[in-house]
């Protein structure tokens, strides 16, 4: 996503009944925004060779 430089929308889904919807989601989004983090300037191959 950091590649095409998308700032839209995200949709989590998760399936578990006993948790409450708000819940649910205020937790999705507080786990998702710890994901936001710089993009690599190395290429993936590139990262992974010794």
């Given amino acids: 996503m950091n590649d095409i430089h998308y700032e839209g929308p995200l ?3 998760w399936e578990v ?16 925004k710890r994901l ?3 993009p690599s300037n190395v290429a993936f191959d590139a990262a992974i060779a010794d």
């Fill in 36 to 38: 936001d983090f710089a």
């Fill in 11 to 13: 949709r989590v889904e």
């Fill in 17 to 32: 009944a006993r948790i409450n919807r708000e819940h649910g989601a205020r937790e999705a989004c507080e786990f998702v």
